[in-house]
């Protein structure tokens, strides 16, 4: 069987998990300390970063784009009989995804509302992007969930849990981008991504105290000093 190295609040992983978990690919999960490496994933992790997928045959695979793409090339695809362009076209659009997973970790992560705010623009000119690109849904190419969605579920779901925890919606200003995120709330998929625990381990981490969002981002508090490690890398893969 696979088995996937991880580390619980990675939406590089996620990513992963949820490929696996929409094409109904049986796996497990080993889940280490990124602070705390055990020897085995260093003697067999050429980056020593998450995700690694270890295939039945005990060759390990580095870097969450090659994963997916081999996910992609040994099982059935989500959507049947697409074109080489539209193969490009949605890896295209992945990767507006995945290059703003950290970015959004560090947003997460500001310590006053002049960070957050600072941090978002870069998320919300992705979002702009996404939104305009969305028809009628329910998923971004239309009826059927593709390799798109997956690749943006983490963001969506991410945002959702800030949503429910703090009340500020990185969202609101997109519609399109809403009714995507409850589509895919519906299918399930967040949720069998992640560990059991994961709603408790993400919100210690990115609603502590220290968070702008973790003190119920409200707008009208006066300015702290920024706390350390909520730089782009506090705590993420």
């Given at each position: ?5 991880s580390?619980?609040i990675?939406p590089l992983?996620?990513?992963?998990t ?10 497990t999960?080993?889940?280490i ?9 260093t ?13 039945e ?7 969450s ?5 081999y996910?992609d ?5 989500l ?6 362009v539209?193969?490009a ?9 995945t ?6 970790c560090?947003?997460?992560?500001s310590a006053?509302?002049?960070t957050l705010?600072e ?23 239309g ?6 969605d997956i690749?943006?579920?983490p ?5 959702a849990l ?10 609101a200003?997109y ?5 995507w995120?409850?589509a ?7 949720e069998?991504?992640?560990?059991a625990?994961?709603d ?20 009208d508090e006066?300015?702290?000093?920024k706390?350390?490690?909520t730089?782009r890398?506090g705590?993420?893969?």
């Amino acid at each position: 069987m696979i088995k996937i190295v991880s580390f619980k609040i990675c939406p590089l992983v996620q990513r992963v998990t949820a490929m696996l978990e929409a094409k109904n690919i049986p796996y497990t999960v080993d889940y280490i300390s990124l602070s705390d490496k055990p020897q085995w994933f260093t003697d067999i992790s050429p980056t020593g970063q998450v995700p690694l997928l270890i295939t039945e045959e005990g060759t390990p695979l580095f870097e969450s784009d090659a994963i997916v793409e081999y996910i992609d090339e040994t099982s059935s695809p989500l959507v049947a009989d697409i074109s080489p362009v539209q193969r490009a076209i949605d890896r295209a659009w992945s990767y507006q995804a995945t290059k703003h997973y950290l970015v959004q970790c560090s947003t997460m992560q500001s310590a006053d509302r002049e960070t957050l705010l600072e941090r978002s623009d870069k998320l919300n000119k992705s979002f702009e992007k996404a939104e305009k690109q969305l028809g009628d849904g329910p998923y971004f190419n239309g009826e059927v969930m593709g390799n798109v969605d997956i690749a943006w579920l983490p963001l969506l779901h991410r945002a959702a849990l800030v949503e429910k925890h703090s009340g500020y919606d990185f969202l609101a200003f997109y519609p399109r981008m809403k009714a995507w995120q409850a589509a895919m709330a519906k299918t399930g998929i967040a949720e069998k991504s992640v560990p059991a625990d994961f709603d408790e381990a993400f919100s210690n981490f990115y609603l502590a105290d220290r968070t702008f969002l973790g003190r119920g981002a409200n707008f009208d508090e006066t300015p702290i000093a920024k706390s350390p490690g909520t730089g782009r890398n506090g705590g993420c893969c």
